[in-house]
T-cell receptor, first 109, second 113 residues
Framework: RKEVEQDPGPFNVPEGATVAFNCTYS??????FFWYRQDCRKEPKLLMS???SGNEDGRFTAQLNRASQYISLLIRDSKLSDSATYLC??????????FGKGTHLIIQP | DAGVIQSPRHEVTEMGQEVTLRCKPI?????LFWYRQTMMRGLELLIY????????DSGMPEDRFSAKMPNASFSTLKIQPSEPRDSAVYFC????FGAGEQYFGPGTRLTVT
């Protein structure tokens, strides 16, 4: 099993819809979880951290399920500008991050 | 505040040549990371430093790759000799020590012909 797995997509979603995708991980000892957003030919940018109690930031909600070893990202009222690749990442602290290959999201007008 | 700075932004070189990538982390950040991104393998951690000391270089693919951090504001990643399979985007990232969040530079797009 790969360390971090994501459905590569693409997810084609109409503007205004809600979309959710997951990221599964194999290392049960992972302590830190993040979602990054990467636009085409740009660097990854931190979208949000994922806390054990869940985390909400405006239209974005991230959750962690330790028992099933996955994190999720939900985007409500999707905008055209949400089109990007979403990378999940594990680890952090004083160590480097292990990234998934990303889920490609396309918001259609 | 300036973010992570990388140079050059693009590099095209011939197989066998030496390539040096440069990174200036965000001021005050104690940890620096080098990543490589390709379509096939995604984003991979190559090496990271804490307080200028290399901590884990297990991601460095071969002895042709080396990295240094002579001071808190500068790091280099060198490939010698370069090969076509080294073609990728190389990112540098930094974070405050112990913090999970990392901040990426714009990357260096390397093409080895």
């Amino acid at each position: 099993r790969k360390e971090v797995e994501q459905d590569p997509g693409p997810f084609n979603v109409p503007e205004g819809a809600t979309v959710a995708f997951n990221c599964t991980y194999s290392n049960s000892a992972s302590q830190s979880f993040f979602w990054y957003r990467q636009d085409c030919r740009k660097e990854p940018k931190l979208l949000m951290s994922v806390y054990s109690s869940g985390n909400e930031d405006g239209r974005f909600t991230a959750q962690l399920n330790r028992a099933s070893q996955y994190i999720s990202l939900l985007i409500r009222d999707s905008k055209l500008s949400d089109s990007a690749t979403y990378l999940c990442a594990l680890g952090g602290g004083a160590d480097g991050l292990t990234f998934g290959k990303g889920t490609h999201l396309i918001i259609q007008p | 505040d300036a973010g992570v700075i990388q140079s050059p932004r693009h590099e095209v070189t011939e197989m066998g040549q030496e390539v040096t990538l440069r990174c200036k982390p965000i001021s005050g950040h104690n940890s620096l990371f080098w990543y490589r991104q390709t379509m096939m393998r995604g984003l991979e951690l190559l090496i990271y430093f804490n307080n200028n000391v290399p901590i884990d270089d297990s991601g460095m693919p071969e002895d042709r790759f080396s990295a240094k951090m002579p001071n808190a504001s500068f790091s280099t990643l060198k490939i010698q000799p370069s090969e076509p399979r080294d073609s990728a985007v190389y990112f540098c990232a930094s974070s405050p020590f112990g913090a999970g969040e990392q901040y990426f530079g714009p990357g260096t797009r390397l093409t080895v012909t």
